[in-house]
Structure formats: C-alpha cells, structure tokens
C-alpha cells in the first residue's frame, strides 16, 4: 500500500514563528502536493512538484514556500505563520498526471 | 471542473449496503468521477474512480449512468468503520492540481 506521512497530527505555533512541515512518500511517486482543509472551504492546493528540485504554485500559495530536495520527502514552510493560516494541512502524492492521489493522515496547525 | 451534488447526510443499516448518490449533470467527456472518503481528522483516502464503465475494487462498486450525470458508489457491506464523509469528484484526468471535495455525504452506519 500506498504511504504518505506527515511529520506530525498536531501542531501549536506562535504567530510569527517559521513552520516546517514534512512529508515523506515511500512509492517512488514523482507527484507531490500540499492542501489545507477548512470547513464550507474544500480542499485548497498550496503548492505542488513534479520532480525534484521542481515547484509549482496552487491556488494559494502566499505566506508559504516549499522544498523538495528528495524525490520522497516535500516540505511545507510557513515563513512566518500568522493566524489565518490555521487549518489542517495535508500531503499527498501520485506517480503521474493521470492517475489518483494518495493522502497523508492530516497535520493540524493552530497558529496563537 | 463540473459541480457535483451530495445529499449532505444518510444512514445506514451495519452489514447492509450503503448506496452513495452524487449528480454531475454538467460533466464533460474527459472528466472522471472520483470518490474518496475522510474519516475523522484523517487525511481523505482514495475508494474507487471512473469514466463511463461501471467498476468494481475490493473496497466499492461505482455505478455510472449511461448519460454520465450521476453515478452512485456501492459499499456491499458497510461496517461501523465506513462510517465518514464520502466524497465525489468529477476532474479533467490532465488537470491533477484540481481536487475540490465540496461538502460530500457523511454515512453513519450504525448496528
């Protein structure tokens, strides 16, 4: 089976911190995302890369950057969190354009 | 991507099958139907997807109408740990950054 895994299921941040959040994928897949989740909102995408080194912006990407040194492993950074971006935040990945999207188990953020 | 429609709530009987609706009435011809569930505070986990066939895998059925603008995913005997928000979703296959979940269904299987 399929494994994504997130770094942490809860998180508590103090506004102006810098966050790291981690992602680390063991299927090989060259495709990885980054969602946050907030209630009437859907699932809204970050950030995404299709290769290593490679980045492409989401529909919100401000107030975040990412990093994908390793094939297997797409970090989320929040420069400096603010409280508007507390929400649960989830990885996924997938081996190509055409096919499904695996997801991590969710890492709740809560900025104070 | 077209707008699916859920009812926002159904339940279910443990052990009997549990039969998801979703219409899609606005869907295009090269978009798919994908349905995924979300278990509390868990990340959304992929079921089943398709494009005008019928399928089956080992966890639903997805039944798609001839015309395309509705489809319904079969859980053959649902448990307690089906219980979740179910989630349809029609996409362009070329489009992957575009996953919009929408509200779904929350099924309550209960015993």
């Known amino acids: 089976d399929v494994k994504v895994t997130q770094s942490s299921r809860y998180l508590v941040k103090r506004t102006g911190e810098k966050v790291f959040l981690e992602c680390v994928q063991d299927m090989d897949h060259e495709n990885m995302f980054w969602y946050r989740q907030d209630p009437g909102l859907g699932l809204r995408l970050i950030y995404f890369?299709?290769?290593?080194?490679?980045?492409e912006k989401g529909d919100i990407p401000e107030g975040y950057s990412v990093s994908r040194e390793k094939k297997e492993r797409f970090s989320l950074i929040l420069e400096s969190a603010s409280t508007n971006q507390t929400s649960m935040y989830l990885c996924a990945s997938s081996s190509g354009i055409y096919t499904e999207a695996f997801f991590g188990q969710g890492t709740r953020l809560t900025v104070v | 991507d077209a707008k699916t429609t859920q009812p926002p709530s159904m339940d279910c009987a443990e052990g009997r099958a549990a039969n998801l609706p979703c219409n899609h009435s606005?869907?295009?011809?090269?978009?798919?139907v994908y349905w995924y569930r979300q278990i509390h505070s868990q990340g959304p986990q992929y079921i089943i997807h398709g494009l005008k066939n019928n399928e089956t895998n080992e966890m639903a059925s997805l039944i798609i109408t001839e015309d395309r603008k509705s489809s319904t995913l079969i859980l053959p005997h649902a448990t307690l740990r089906d219980t979740a928000v179910y989630y349809c979703?029609?996409?362009?296959?070329?489009?992957?950054?575009?996953?919009?979940f929408g509200s779904g269904t929350k099924l309550n299987v209960k015993p």
């Open positions: 979703i029609v996409r362009v296959r070329d489009n992957f950054n575009k996953f919009y």
């Open positions: 606005t869907i295009s011809g090269n978009e798919y």
């Open positions: 890369s299709y290769d290593v080194k490679m980045k």
